[in-house]
């Protein structure tokens, strides 16, 4: 099976949704030997399908149950064609042929393409206003039909039609759902909870109408209504056909591949066609073709070990569980439910609390449950079912109480998670064990679900889990889970890390780009806000200097085009002035370019440098051409200047080359990324004409060295430097600035000033890294060189490079004629 | 760098986007051809909206705010701040279906113009439409402003 050979293998995934996904993501986790295309009919990425009924009913949005954005595929090499339909599979050229003509090559090939809803064969049935429940388009469908008509059928009282029902009935449609059988979820309920659940739905405003069986859909080309066999009609502009499904088939079918109800494979997931499998609700798998979401989690665990070459049992078929997702109304059922002669019966019925729960036992085995009302036993009983497991008075004791403890709910949660071995499946949608969740609360620190959901995949697409996960978190942190997850002060509403959290994941989890730490870290925005990205941006730059691409987009305005906004949407332009330095030639480039683009005004601005005001921004790129002077980054949370006095080379006071050291600190430091703006002053001589004393650095010259000051501020809080200390060489100067403004970059907050940042870490601790230890002093210097190796001037690089120009400088002119 | 970009351009031409972008434009457009004419001009072609960023529009005596968000639907708003004095919306940073508007900070949604709380107010948006690889965008042929 293995292929020794350097050749990679082309695998061609059709159907883009769970189950083809699930598998592609369990084979990446195997192997990167692949190249993988994936060919899908929707417009969209993978997303959860089982969670439609939450956009249907409008507590989710679309982008919300996106499982993989297309970032993912980009992240991992993979080709997807979204909106392409494949025609045909030539299984002996190995070659598969879209709609659009195009074909490529396999070496394996993955069939999921899922399944379609059965739409009744009846008159009428294809007319407008008759729709299916399958995907996003049919719920675009439903929600607009909403807003055009009043009254909606669903054929169909499963898991599927009660669902549609209680979105349209949230849509505010008169709703009614037609069943064949006199009870509801027939084929997963028995009597009494399919009782409980109808009461429960009709409060909730769906009619019913059982017994009913469908004769024809009304209408002249728009549905109307539908007739019933006793002759009876109903009244209904909105059709849903959620009756069950039919496998997609055509495809394989049309390709000579066996099929059956569903397209027949072995316990390998293998088809008849050499190398080309199926997965899914599209498949047969022992004359059985799935429609639930369990079972094809565990056929894609399968093919991918299969497709690797990793050793795996093969796939005996799946014990299936139901949860149904309607809001405030909870309902499981596995195995048997119906109970028979020959069953042991274990029943708990509460009318008042709306409570019910039966497990059936062949002996003392366990073979099917049925819970209403209160599943938080849900995942376990899945488990003891499916593995035809024994009751015992201990787990007795655990489903259904001993009759004398008091309804503690939590801490027989608690048992119950306590008594699980490490190797049980927490999670059965994604196969995750109590172990695997242990490890990354213990191992990994994580908290919350959230957390737990993004890494492990827990709770991640049917939600079932939730409860059990949450007791795992009670049980492993103790005391400290209310604690750690109550609500601190995070960097902003989007996360409830604080920026040490934020700063540690990313060295730690070597975290690379924005998206990636908002998503690790379980952002409730996934794409953050004004405030978190451009500190992640920082974040990420300084932790990782030479590998991280600045994302510009994630940068304020300012720092995003390398200008100062003014209020009438003007920018302002401010060349570098090394150490407040100019000359005749500079200024009248400067003169001349304020002319050429009629700026509104010319300022010397506080920092002893020359703002050119009112520069509409088509015209930067140009002006800085034309400048042809660096940027001086007036705008950035970088440096800004150094301040300096005139000095020893012409002040009778001065003791110290002011300027020189200015102008050689500037030219160090100058384009380094900091968490805030940082200004400096060098000063000749105590009597501080430049100001050290209000400046994030500020450094007063005296006879035979230098006395360097730190954290002032002149800003909105008046802030004195306070001395870190006295160097005698302009070297020893030079190095405790570096490690000064590295130890600043590593351990301030993005936003935050070197006087806040002072008062929060303590002098105390800059002496000792900056001064009192040689080797950390070594190392920060090693960083901050790294770096600063990576600055280029940005006013050049907007200037000659064309896509930069127009992406971000040029608007659209155009003509609505 | 130049290497992601073209990474990026790349994967932008081989994924059409996303069709929910078009069609919230459709839905505005229908609910605005109802009150008024709409007059459907091209603004340019799609490659010149790059994701995850607004860029101003100026057509005939319109001052417009395009956004292309990351999951590549377009919005048009115009392009000023509801904020009493004013300011451009364009350069705003892009976050989901939101901008912030780069003056005073203010989220405003971009499917509706709503600015979100704490702050109130709305930014009159314009239906968009996607036709091969040009942007349309939908604006009133009277004089209605």
Same mark, same amino acid.
């Given at each position: 099976?293995?292929?020794?050979?350097?050749?990679?293998?082309?695998?061609?995934?059709?159907?883009?949704?769970?189950?083809?996904?699930?598998?592609?993501?369990q084979?990446?986790?195997l192997?990167?030997?692949?190249?993988?295309?994936?060919?899908?009919?929707?417009?969209?990425?993978?997303?959860?399908?089982?969670?439609?009924?939450?956009?249907?009913?409008?507590?989710?949005?679309?982008?919300?149950?996106?499982?993989?954005d297309?970032?993912?595929?980009?992240?991992?090499?993979?080709?997807?064609?979204?909106?392409?339909?494949?025609?045909?599979?030539?299984?002996?050229?190995?070659?598969?042929?879209?709609?659009?003509?195009?074909?490529?090559?396999?070496?394996a090939?993955?069939?999921a393409?899922?399944?379609k809803p059965f739409?009744?064969?009846?008159? #009428?049935?294809?007319?407008?206003?008759?729709?299916?429940?399958?995907?996003?388009?049919?719920?675009?469908?439903?929600?607009?039909?909403?807003?055009?008509?009043?009254?909606?059928a669903?054929?169909?009282?499963?898991?599927?039609?009660?669902?549609?029902?209680?979105?349209?009935?949230?849509?505010?449609?008169?709703?009614?759902?037609?069943?064949?059988?006199?009870?509801?979820?027939?084929?997963?309920?028995?009597?009494?909870?399919?009782?409980?659940?109808?009461?429960?739905?009709?409060?909730?405003?769906?009619?019913?109408?059982?017994?009913?069986?469908?004769?024809?859909?009304?209408?002249?080309?728009?549905?109307?209504?539908?007739?019933?066999?006793?002759?009876?009609?109903?009244?209904?502009?909105?059709?849903?056909?959620?009756?069950?499904?039919?496998?997609?088939?055509?495809?394989?079918?049309?390709?000579?591949?066996?099929?059956?109800?569903?397209?027949?494979?072995?316990?390998?997931?293998?088809?008849s066609?050499?190398?080309?499998y199926?997965?899914?609700?599209?498949?047969?798998?022992?004359?059985?073709?799935?429609?639930?979401?369990?079972?094809?989690?565990?056929?894609?665990?399968?093919?991918?070990?299969?497709?690797?070459?990793?050793?795996?049992?093969?796939?005996?078929?799946?014990?299936?569980?139901t949860?149904?997702?309607?809001?405030g109304?909870?309902?499981?059922?596995?195995?048997?439910?119906?109970?028979?002669?020959?069953?042991?019966?274990?029943?708990?019925?509460?009318?008042?609390?709306?409570?019910?729960?039966?497990?059936?036992?062949?002996?003392?085995?366990?073979? #099917?449950?049925?819970?209403?009302g209160?599943?938080?036993?849900?995942?376990?009983?899945?488990?003891?079912? =499916?593995?035809?497991?024994?009751?015992?008075?201990?787990?007795?004791?655990?489903?259904?109480?001993?009759?004398?403890?008091?309804?503690?709910?939590?801490?027989?949660?608690?048992?119950?998670?306590?008594?699980?071995?490490?190797?049980?499946?927490?999670?059965?949608?994604?196969?995750?064990?109590?172990?695997?969740?242990?490890?990354?609360?213990?191992?990994? #620190?994580?908290?919350?679900?959230?957390?737990?959901?993004?890494?492990?995949?827990?709770?991640?697409?049917c939600?079932?889990?939730?409860?059990?996960v949450?007791?795992?978190l009670?049980?492993?942190l103790?005391d400290?889970?209310?604690?750690?997850?109550?609500?601190?002060?995070?960097?902003?509403g989007?996360?409830?890390?604080?920026?040490?959290?934020?700063?540690?994941?990313?060295?730690?989890?070597?975290?690379t780009?924005?998206?990636?730490?908002?998503?690790?870290?379980?952002?409730?925005? %996934?794409?953050?806000?004004?405030?978190?990205?451009?500190?992640?941006?920082?974040?990420?730059?300084?932790?990782? %200097?030479?590998?991280?691409?600045?994302?510009?987009d994630?940068?304020f305005?300012?720092?995003?085009?390398?200008?100062?906004?003014?209020?009438?949407?003007?920018?302002?332009?401010?060349?570098?002035?090394?150490?407040?330095?100019?000359? %005749?030639?500079?200024?009248?480039?400067?003169?001349?370019?304020?002319?050429?683009?009629?700026?509104?005004m010319?300022?010397?601005?506080?920092?002893?440098?020359?703002?050119?005001?009112?520069?509409?921004?088509?015209d930067?790129?140009?002006?800085?051409?034309?400048l042809?002077?660096?940027?001086?980054?007036?705008?950035?949370?970088?440096? =800004?200047?150094?301040?300096?006095?005139?000095?020893?080379?012409?002040?009778?006071?001065?003791?110290?080359?002011?300027?020189?050291?200015?102008?050689?600190?500037?030219?160090?430091?100058?384009?380094?990324?900091?968490?805030?703006?940082?200004?400096?002053?060098?000063?000749?001589?105590?009597?501080?004409?430049?100001?050290?004393?209000?400046?994030?650095?500020?450094i007063?010259?005296?006879? #035979?060295?230098?006395?360097?000051?730190?954290?002032?501020?002149?800003?909105i809080?008046?802030?004195?430097?306070?001395?870190?200390?006295k160097?005698?060489?302009?070297?020893?100067?030079?190095?405790?600035?570096?490690a000064?403004?590295?130890?600043?970059r590593?351990?301030?907050?993005?936003?935050?000033?070197?006087?806040?940042?002072?008062?929060?870490?303590?002098?105390?601790?800059?002496?000792?890294?900056?001064?009192?230890?040689?080797?950390?002093?070594?190392?920060?210097?090693?960083?901050?060189?790294?770096?600063?190796?990576?600055?280029?001037?940005?006013?050049?690089?907007?200037?000659?490079?064309?896509?930069?120009?127009?992406?971000?400088?040029?608007?659209?002119e155009?003509?609505?004629? | 760098?130049?290497?992601?970009?073209?990474?990026?351009?790349?994967?932008?031409?081989?994924l059409?986007?996303?069709?929910?972008?078009?069609?919230?434009?459709?839905?505005?457009?229908?609910?605005?051809?109802?009150?008024?004419?709409l007059?459907?001009?091209?603004?340019?072609?799609?490659?010149?909206?790059?994701?995850?960023?607004?860029?101003?529009?100026?057509?005939?005596?319109?001052?417009?705010?395009?956004?292309?968000?990351?999951?590549?639907?377009?919005?048009?708003?115009?392009?000023?701040?509801?904020?009493?004095?004013?300011?451009?919306?364009?350069?705003?940073?892009?976050?989901?279906?939101?901008?912030?508007?780069?003056?005073r900070?203010?989220?405003?949604?971009?499917?509706?113009?709503?600015?979100?709380?704490?702050d109130?107010?709305?930014?009159?948006?314009?239906?968009?439409?996607?036709?091969?690889?040009?942007?349309?965008?939908?604006?009133?042929?009277?004089?209605?402003?």
């Amino acid at each position: 099976m293995a292929d020794l050979s350097n050749h990679r293998r082309k695998l061609i995934l059709i159907g883009n949704g769970m189950a083809g996904i699930n598998t592609l993501e369990q084979i990446l986790k195997l192997t990167n030997s692949f190249d993988i295309a994936v060919y899908g009919e929707e417009p969209y990425p993978n997303y959860n399908r089982i969670q439609l009924s939450y956009v249907l009913e409008g507590s989710k949005r679309i982008d919300e149950i996106i499982l993989n954005d297309r970032n993912w595929y980009e992240d991992n090499g993979i080709e997807l064609h979204t909106g392409t339909k494949v025609v045909r599979i030539d299984p002996d050229a190995k070659k598969i042929f879209t709609s659009e003509g195009d074909c490529a090559d396999y070496d394996a090939l993955i069939i999921a393409t899922g399944s379609k809803p059965f739409v009744l064969p009846v008159p #009428g049935a294809t007319q407008q206003g008759v729709v299916g429940f399958r995907d996003i388009a049919d719920c675009h469908a439903m929600i607009e039909a909403s807003k055009r008509v009043k009254r909606a059928a669903v054929i169909g009282g499963g898991l599927l039609g009660l669902e549609a029902a209680k979105g349209l009935v949230q849509l505010g449609m008169e709703t009614t759902v037609v069943h064949l059988m006199d009870k509801l979820m027939e084929r997963q309920l028995d009597q009494a909870a399919a009782g409980m659940l109808k009461a429960e739905l009709e409060r909730q405003g769906i009619r019913f109408l059982m017994k009913a069986k469908t004769t024809e859909v009304l209408g002249d080309g728009e549905a109307t209504g539908l007739r019933f066999e006793d002759g009876t009609e109903l009244e209904a502009q909105l059709v849903v056909m959620a009756a069950g499904i039919v496998p997609n088939v055509e495809l394989a079918r049309a390709s000579g591949i066996e099929v059956g109800r569903g397209i027949v494979v072995d316990d390998f997931m293998r088809t008849s066609a050499p190398d080309v499998y199926a997965v899914g609700e599209c498949c047969e798998h022992r004359g059985i073709a799935y429609g639930l979401v369990a079972p094809l989690f565990e056929q894609g665990a399968v093919l991918a070990k299969h497709l690797a070459g990793a050793e795996t049992a093969p796939y005996a078929g799946s014990s299936v569980s139901t949860k149904l997702k309607i809001s405030g109304v909870d309902v499981f059922s596995a195995g048997e439910y119906e109970e028979e002669p020959g069953h042991r019966v274990l029943r708990r019925q509460d009318d008042w609390l709306g409570l019910y729960k039966k497990v059936l036992l062949r002996g003392n085995q366990i073979v #099917g449950a049925v819970l209403y009302g209160d599943v938080t036993d849900a995942p376990q009983l899945a488990k003891l079912i =499916r593995e035809g497991a024994e009751m015992t008075d201990e787990l007795y004791g655990r489903l259904f109480g001993s009759g004398q403890e008091c309804a503690g709910g939590a801490s027989k949660g608690a048992a119950a998670v306590l008594s699980m071995k490490d190797d049980e499946i927490v999670c059965g949608c994604n196969g995750v064990t109590k172990g695997d969740i242990v490890r990354v609360i213990q191992v990994d #620190g994580l908290t919350t679900v959230d957390e737990i959901k993004v890494r492990t995949g827990a709770t991640r697409s049917c939600g079932g889990c939730k409860p059990l996960v949450e007791q795992l978190l009670q049980v492993v942190l103790g005391d400290g889970y209310r604690e750690r997850t109550a609500p601190k002060k995070g960097i902003c509403g989007c996360t409830t890390h604080d920026s040490e959290e934020i700063v540690a994941a990313i060295r730690e989890k070597r975290l690379t780009s924005v998206r990636e730490v908002m998503a690790v870290m379980g952002w409730s925005e %996934p794409e953050g806000c004004s405030k978190c990205r451009p500190a992640l941006n920082y974040y990420l730059g300084m932790i990782w %200097p030479t590998e991280h691409e600045d994302e510009r987009d994630s940068r304020f305005v300012n720092e995003r085009l390398h200008a100062n906004i003014q209020k009438d949407g003007t920018f302002s332009v401010i060349p570098r002035m090394y150490g407040g330095v100019t000359s %005749p030639e500079q200024l009248r480039r400067i003169a001349e370019v304020a002319e050429k683009y009629n700026v509104k005004m010319v300022k010397v601005t506080g920092g002893q440098r020359i703002d050119l005001l009112g520069v509409e921004k088509k015209d930067l790129p140009a002006i800085w051409e034309d400048l042809d002077l660096p940027s001086g980054y007036g705008y950035a949370k970088a440096l =800004r200047t150094v301040k300096t006095c005139v000095g020893a080379r012409f002040c009778r006071f001065g003791t110290q080359d002011s300027i020189a050291m200015g102008i050689r600190l500037e030219k160090k430091f100058e384009r380094l990324w900091m968490p805030a703006k940082f200004k400096m002053a060098v000063n000749g001589c105590p009597r501080n004409c430049a100001e050290s004393g209000t400046k994030d650095l500020g450094i007063v010259g005296n006879d #035979g060295g230098w006395e360097i000051f730190v954290g002032g501020n002149g800003g909105i809080k008046t802030t004195v430097a306070a001395s870190l200390c006295k160097v005698k060489t302009d070297e020893e100067l030079m190095d405790v600035c570096g490690a000064f403004i590295q130890y600043y970059r590593e351990t301030g907050h993005y936003a935050e000033r070197t006087s806040e940042w002072l008062e929060r870490v303590g002098i105390d601790n800059v002496r000792d890294a900056v001064l009192h230890k040689p080797e950390v002093r070594k190392l920060l210097l090693d960083r901050v060189e790294l770096a600063l190796a990576e600055g280029k001037d940005p006013w050049r690089e907007a200037f000659s490079d064309e896509s930069l120009r127009r992406d971000y400088y040029q608007s659209v002119e155009a003509d609505a004629r | 760098m130049a290497g992601s970009v073209q990474r990026r351009e790349l994967a932008a031409r081989l994924l059409p986007i996303g069709r929910s972008g078009c069609e919230i434009g459709e839905k505005e457009a229908n609910r605005v051809i109802n009150r008024e004419q709409l007059n459907f001009a091209p603004i340019g072609g799609l490659s010149e909206f790059p994701r995850g960023l607004g860029r101003q529009v100026r057509i005939s005596d319109w001052d417009l705010a395009v956004f292309r968000t990351t999951d590549g639907a377009l919005y048009a708003l115009e392009n000023r701040t509801p904020h009493p004095k004013g300011g451009p919306l364009a350069e705003g940073i892009v976050s989901g279906h939101y901008v912030y508007c780069p003056l005073r900070d203010w989220k405003i949604d971009l499917e509706d113009g709503e600015v979100q709380e704490p702050d109130t107010g709305r930014v009159r948006t314009f239906p968009v439409r996607i036709e091969d690889e040009a942007v349309l965008i939908g604006l009133p042929s009277n004089s209605d402003r």
